[in-house]
């Protein structure tokens, strides 16, 4: 057989590659240009041609990528690399184990199977089953760190992300720290001067010295300590954050700078707070 050119207007003497367009329709399905070119030993540019000849349209490289790893990707589990003993790690760091009668079993193949180590682990620890529209979070952000100490269960996905999971993390600092020490207000050194719970100092000359009686008097002292140990000086509207939620403690490993005030509610902080529980931790011994 013999292609017509359409450009010259005549009979070229190449052959063409001879296929029906419902064939090349299911090849082209399942299987790439150049897949189909090598199992039929002609040359891409002959299947390119067929599929134009036939008015199939072609997909771009990138849906070519998506539909060859929809294809020839396994979704069972148990063919995952990390697939061990009944368990494996879904690739978003989360573990999933195998345990079909459980409620909150995610299905596979149309039949529930698997479900989260975390939340097994979290029931078995509190000895109660995990409610519906709670959440269970990892308190220093490993996803696979499913030790039950680690985990702590919220109520929806929205105190999971607000100040609610900040005050969890920060409960957990103090936890694992030793030398933080939650003072009664009646048992305070009375050598110090509070204001609304921080220690302030009496240094006038600093630049951000508060005003009292008209007169610049006062300075907090977690301000003092960051700037000594940092040396270097706070910047104005920046905010220092006492890492365990305790506003006395002003040792400076517990305290980090933040920029603005802004970030003092947002992940920022969140994220801080997960690092220095995993610096506890390491001194603690965990892995």
Not at 138 to 163: M, Q, Y
Not at 202 to 214: D, I
Request: with cysteine; charged share 25%; proline share 4%.
């Amino acid at each position: 057989m013999t292609a017509y050119s359409k450009k010259y207007g005549r009979v070229c003497g190449r052959k063409a590659w001879v296929i029906s367009k419902q064939e090349l329709a299911k090849l082209y399905s399942s299987k790439s240009i150049t897949q189909i070119a090598k199992e039929y030993s002609v040359s891409t540019a002959s299947v390119w041609k067929a599929l134009q000849r036939h008015y199939i349209v072609i997909r771009s490289k990138s849906d070519g990528l998506k539909n060859n790893w929809e294809l020839h990707r396994s979704h069972k589990p148990e063919d995952q690399p990390n697939y061990k003993n009944g368990s494996f790690n879904d690739g978003k760091g989360y573990i999933r184990v195998l345990c079909p009668n459980h409620p909150h079993a995610i299905k596979y193949n149309g039949k529930p199977k698997y479900v989260l180590e975390h939340v097994l682990v979290w029931e078995k620890a509190n000895n109660k089953p995990l409610l519906k529209g709670y959440i269970i979070h990892h308190l220093n952000g490993v996803r696979s760190d499913n030790r039950p100490e680690n985990l702590v269960a919220v109520s929806s996905k929205k105190d999971h992300s607000t100040w609610t999971l900040t005050s969890l993390l920060e409960k957990r600092v103090r936890e694992l720290d030793p030398n933080a020490k939650l003072l009664d207000f009646k048992k305070r050194n009375t050598d110090k001067v509070y204001c609304q719970g921080y220690v302030i100092v009496s240094n006038p000359q600093h630049h951000r010295a508060m005003v009292s009686g008209g007169k610049k008097r006062y300075v907090l002292e977690h301000i003092l300590n960051w700037e000594k140990a940092n040396n270097a000086i706070a910047p104005k509207g920046s905010i220092i954050h006492h890492l365990n939620g305790i506003k006395d403690d002003n040792r400076p490993e517990n305290l980090t700078l933040l920029p603005s005030r802004h970030e003092h509610d947002t992940g920022t902080i969140i994220k801080l707070l997960r690092n220095r529980i995993i610096e506890l931790e390491k001194v603690r011994g965990y892995n």
